[in-house]
């Protein structure tokens, strides 16, 4: 058996006055999501319960059928692993974003939570100055490491052998791209070891309003970028290899370090597409290629798409349709037809979270998931979209159920 797994990360949404009152998934032509939906069963998931953040570490956690309550620990952890870097105990990775904040009257409001898409290399860059002008000063006794990751993804790492960390299970952070032209007054980090990460985000603040980097922005007729923010902390987690867990062998297509954490925490082979940016100028067609490729060499090939979340995160409907679109052109199609000449198989398409574009947030709520192959019965479903789901009989409360029954273990 062959298996594939397609996630438009955020693609599940409201109706939109925008679209003529279709959700974004209603309103994008998707034949082949459709077929597949007639081909088998449309149903809805919950991979983001209440008592949780409705954010992506939660939702890609239960999409892939990890119980986020028994092995969630924050989010930079999942994002070191994809960086290789170990955390023994006593060690803390705090995720650690380039952002644009601005005063606007009211107080400062999170403008941009991606600086404008800051480049690696300026992201490299201003956090070599935090590591030599902040993380050497004798109080933290060589405890801190900032690490450049992907544009605007970057990490902070508190090394505890070093230091003791202050964080315990009850320190409070917000994700910035919740506060997306919000005021940011109230969204500081909290609790044990929260005045610290506010304390070096204001050092971050001072240190990049003369730096180089933001000199040539400024130039450019861009934003500065004006500070970083501090959030999604938490120790090493532990997964059980899905080979273990599930059965078949897996490997991950991605642009975000995030999936790719949770790739190397799952045990999954990670596949570097050129031309995937984890944005929404992404190369759908070359994922799709790459996807094909990998079926003749693994048992399960998952494709992530950030694109849809991205567009959710900038409120812009139009664009969120046409990422679903070229999903469903470029990835989706290709990848069922490649499939059915490998035997039995099965495919998934299911979003990991709502993003809403009204807010410019990842909420909670249930998300369509499509279910086809073989052993597979038709539901009657015409349609792969949010409202076909809600009228489903079939329903997955905990999200991470749905894994069990896709492999076909129940």
């Known amino acids: 058996m062959k298996y594939a797994i397609i996630i438009p990360d955020g693609a599940a949404d409201e109706p939109q006055s925008s679209l003529g009152g279709k959700t974004p998934l209603e309103a994008a032509a998707t034949p082949n999501m459709d077929a597949l939906a007639r081909a088998g069963v449309v149903a809805r998931a919950c991979h983001t319960p209440r008592e949780?953040?409705?954010?992506?570490e939660i939702?890609?956690?239960?999409?892939?059928?990890?119980?986020?309550?028994?092995?969630?620990?924050?989010?930079?952890?999942?994002?070191?692993?994809a960086q290789g870097i170990e955390l023994a105990p006593g060690d803390w990775a705090v995720?650690?974003?380039?952002?644009?904040?601005?005063?606007?009257?009211?107080?400062?409001?999170?403008?941009?939570?991606t600086a404008g898409h800051a480049s690696t290399e300026e992201s490299t860059a201003l956090l070599k100055s935090l590591q030599e002008e902040v993380a050497s000063d004798p109080k933290w006794r060589g405890a801190l490491e900032f690490v450049p990751g992907v544009s605007y993804r970057n990490l902070l790492i508190w090394r505890g052998e070093k230091l003791a960390a202050p964080f315990t299970a009850d320190t409070r952070t917000e994700a910035p791209h919740d506060w997306t032209d919000l005021t940011i007054a109230e969204a500081h980090p909290k609790g044990p070891g929260g005045g610290v990460l506010v304390e070096l985000m204001d050092a971050s603040e001072r240190l990049f309003s003369e730096h180089p980097v933001n000199n040539?922005?400024?130039?450019?007729?861009?934003?500065?970028?004006?500070?970083?923010?501090l959030w999604g902390q938490g120790g090493a987690p532990t997964l059980q290899p899905f080979a273990e867990k599930y059965g078949p062998r897996g490997a991950m297509i991605t642009a975000v370090d995030l999936l790719r954490g949770i790739a190397a925490l799952v045990g999954w082979d990670r596949i570097e597409v050129p031309g995937a940016t984890g944005y929404l100028d992404t190369d759908y067609a070359a994922k799709g290629r790459y996807?094909?490729?990998a079926l003749g060499k693994y048992d399960l090939v998952c494709v992530h798409v950030e694109a849809p979340d991205e567009a959710s995160h900038e409120g812009r409907a139009d664009e969120k349709v046409k990422a679903i679109e070229a999903i469903d052109r470029d990835i989706v199609g290709p990848l069922a037809e490649a499939l059915r000449s490998h035997g039995d198989w099965r495919v998934m398409i299911?979003?990991?979270?709502?993003?809403?574009?009204?807010?410019?947030?990842?909420?909670?709520?249930?998300?369509?998931?499509?279910?086809?192959?073989?052993?597979?019965?038709?539901?009657g479903a015409t349609e792969y979209h949010d409202r076909a789901a809600a009228t489903s009989e079939l329903a997955f409360p905990r999200g991470w159920d749905a894994m069990r029954w896709f492999i076909g273990k129940e």
Request: one cysteine or more; glycine letters at 10%; proline letters at 10%.
């Open 216 to 229: 040539k922005r400024l130039e450019a007729g861009k934003r500065p970028v004006t500070s970083v923010w």
């Open 59 to 81: 939702g890609n956690l239960s999409l892939l059928g990890y119980n986020p309550f028994e092995h969630f620990t924050g989010r930079a952890p999942m994002e070191a692993a």
């Open 350 to 379: 299911s979003p990991d979270h709502p993003t809403y574009l009204s807010t410019k947030k990842h909420t909670h709520g249930d998300v369509p998931v499509c279910l086809a192959g073989a052993g597979v019965e038709p539901d």
């Open 291 to 293: 996807a094909i490729d």
């Open 95 to 113: 995720r650690c974003n380039t952002v644009t904040v601005e005063d606007q009257g009211e107080g400062p409001v999170m403008v941009d939570f």
């Open 52 to 56: 949780l953040p409705a954010g992506s």
